[in-house]
């Protein structure tokens, strides 16, 4: 672990966005990085642009890197009550792209993230010409009718979630973790540590049974979000963690029968939910192999997708 939480917050500054106060994490900051293909990443739920951390140095010397702690999420503002729509989120992405100044970049995406670039991708298809130059989707529910919420995630989202968040202790957290990850890369104390920090920090806790919405939103946007991965302008690539109970390799069958086959399939095995932070060396080989197959001879490839397992 190159970055504690504490150690990252220090990376990162707050910036004003769309009337929150959100944390933003630029690597052109500490380093000359402008000019170099950009990339904006995307966390999951429920923690924050912490979980780029191990692929953070492994990308850096090649591209510039952009992520942020989603509202509600991380050092960001955590507004309460509020009813977190992914729609918002998507607004958020969208205004720190123009703060920013980004022109055209490549979208990295875990999880929620996964969701919050769905409904995005649903813009960039929208628009005259897209941004974007890539998407990549990690271990994320992509079809709401294939996304195995753990029994914590529907007691979350049912009326006990808000009792639930009062009375959730780190073990619960591990525990859950410890069922989600790969069977040889489990957790360490010091990442759940980590996690328990950035979701906690101003008083966060209270708000995982709002952000846990995303589920019900998933349902009720299903043809535009499913929709935005069938009429994509844009290159995907999964990059999936197989073993993962709630999106494994069962949502990736999922993705070939209702979207068809991506340009690239990256299947990590024993991988769980986390591939950042199970496999970060693996996952980097992997997006780095599908950015290079962007880079290079993009139109003779797009139409065939290649499946590789965790040998990347």
């Not at 004003?16 to 106060?21: A, D, L, Q, S, T």
């Not at 628009?127 to 992509?142: D, M, V």
């Not at 009429?231 to 999922?254: A, F, Q, T, W, Y």
């Given at each position: 672990?190159?970055?504690?939480?504490?150690?990252?917050?220090?990376?990162?500054?707050?910036?004003?966005?769309?009337?929150?106060?959100?944390?933003?994490?630029?690597?052109?900051?500490?380093?000359?990085?402008?000019?170099?293909?950009c990339?904006?990443?995307?966390?999951?739920?429920?923690?924050?642009?912490?979980?780029?951390?191990?692929?953070?140095?492994l990308?850096?010397?090649?591209?510039?890197?952009?992520?942020l702690?989603?509202?509600?999420?991380?050092?960001?503002?955590?507004?309460?009550?509020?009813?977190?729509?992914?729609?918002?989120?998507?607004?958020?992405?969208?205004?720190?792209?123009?703060?920013?100044?980004?022109?055209?970049?490549?979208?990295?995406?875990?999880?929620?993230?996964?969701?919050?670039?769905?409904?995005l991708?649903?813009?960039?298809?929208?628009?005259?010409?897209?941004?974007?130059?890539?998407?990549?989707?990690?271990?994320?529910?992509?079809?709401?009718?294939?996304?195995?919420?753990?029994?914590?995630?529907?007691?979350?989202?049912?009326?006990?979630?808000?009792?639930?968040?009062?009375?959730?202790?780190?073990?619960?957290?591990?525990?859950?973790?410890?069922?989600i990850?790969?069977?040889?890369?489990?957790?360490?104390?010091?990442?759940?540590?980590?996690?328990?920090?950035?979701?906690?920090?101003?008083?966060?806790?209270?708000?995982?049974?709002?952000?846990?919405?995303?589920?019900?939103?998933?349902?009720?946007?299903?043809?535009?979000?499913?929709?935005?991965?069938?009429?994509?302008?844009?290159?995907?690539?999964?990059?999936?963690?197989?073993?993962?109970?709630?999106?494994?390799?069962?949502?990736?069958?999922?993705y070939?029968?209702?979207?068809?086959?991506?340009?690239?399939?990256?299947?990590?095995?024993?991988?769980?939910?986390?591939?950042?932070?199970?496999?970060?060396q693996?996952?980097?080989?992997?997006?780095?192999?599908?950015?290079?197959?962007?880079?290079?001879?993009?139109?003779?490839?797009?139409?065939?997708?290649?499946?590789?397992?965790?040998?990347?």
């Amino acid at each position: 672990m190159a970055y504690t939480p504490r150690q990252w917050k220090n990376l990162g500054q707050l910036m004003r966005i769309k009337g929150h106060n959100i944390f933003v994490i630029d690597s052109s900051e500490h380093n000359n990085h402008s000019n170099r293909p950009c990339i904006v990443l995307i966390h999951g739920y429920p923690t924050s642009s912490w979980d780029w951390e191990s692929l953070w140095p492994l990308l850096e010397p090649r591209f510039r890197l952009v992520s942020l702690d989603l509202l509600g999420f991380g050092f960001s503002e955590k507004p309460y009550p509020h009813p977190y729509l992914v729609a918002e989120q998507a607004d958020i992405v969208e205004a720190l792209v123009q703060k920013l100044g980004l022109d055209n970049f490549h979208v990295l995406s875990h999880d929620y993230g996964d969701t919050v670039a769905q409904e995005l991708l649903a813009r960039q298809n929208e628009a005259p010409k897209p941004q974007w130059l890539s998407l990549c989707l990690l271990n994320g529910g992509l079809f709401p009718e294939t996304h195995k919420a753990r029994f914590i995630q529907k007691l979350l989202a049912s009326p006990l979630g808000p009792q639930l968040t009062r009375m959730m202790k780190k073990k619960t957290l591990h525990k859950t973790m410890a069922e989600i990850f790969g069977p040889d890369s489990q957790p360490t104390e010091e990442l759940i540590d980590g996690f328990w920090e950035v979701i906690n920090y101003n008083n966060g806790r209270r708000t995982l049974h709002k952000l846990i919405d995303y589920m019900r939103q998933r349902r009720e946007h299903r043809q535009r979000w499913v929709g935005a991965l069938k009429e994509s302008r844009v290159p995907i690539c999964l990059i999936n963690g197989s073993v993962d109970p709630i999106s494994g390799k069962h949502m990736v069958e999922r993705y070939k029968e209702v979207v068809g086959p991506p340009l690239m399939i990256f299947d990590l095995e024993n991988i769980g939910h986390y591939p950042q932070w199970e496999a970060p060396q693996q996952t980097c080989n992997a997006y780095e192999r599908f950015l290079d197959t962007v880079y290079g001879d993009l139109n003779s490839s797009k139409n065939s997708a290649t499946e590789m397992n965790d040998s990347v």
